[in-house]
């Protein structure tokens, strides 16, 4: 069984920065594409970013590109989501998500298996 652990959530004033880990229980680790993904109340699940198994590939949502940087740590089974001039907005239960699809898929249905979430709450 699979399981993604996440970590590093909290609260934090707008402006600030935050990183959030994700780490996996995967046996092959470098055979996944990872991805972050968000839930603000009464809100669809949308996706933040993603990351090629090898790191090389990243794509972003647009509402977070310029201020969010995902990256991953193959020998540590270990994905990270580094959050920066955060706003309000971004308050959100923050997923990470595992795809065995090589593309970096921003459709949460292309990925297999999902963390239980971290709050990250922004205060303006």
């Known amino acids: 069984q699979v399981q993604l652990v996440e970590s590093g959530g909290g609260l934090v004033q707008a402006g600030g920065s935050l990183r959030l880990s994700c780490a996996t229980s995967?046996?092959?680790?470098?055979?996944?594409?990872m991805g972050w993904f968000r839930q603000a109340p009464g809100k669809e699940r949308e996706f933040v970013g993603a990351?090629?198994?090898?790191?090389?590939?990243?794509s972003y949502a647009d509402s977070v590109k310029g201020r969010f940087t995902i990256s991953r740590d193959n020998a540590k089974n270990t994905v990270y989501l580094q959050m920066a001039s955060l706003k309000p907005e971004d308050t959100a239960v923050y997923y990470c998500a595992a795809s065995v699809s090589p593309v970096t898929s921003s459709t949460k249905y292309d990925y297999r298996y999902w963390g239980q979430g971290t709050q990250v709450t922004v205060s303006s």
């Open positions: 995967v046996r092959t680790f470098t055979s996944y594409t």
């Open positions: 990351t090629s198994w090898s790191g090389g590939i990243t």
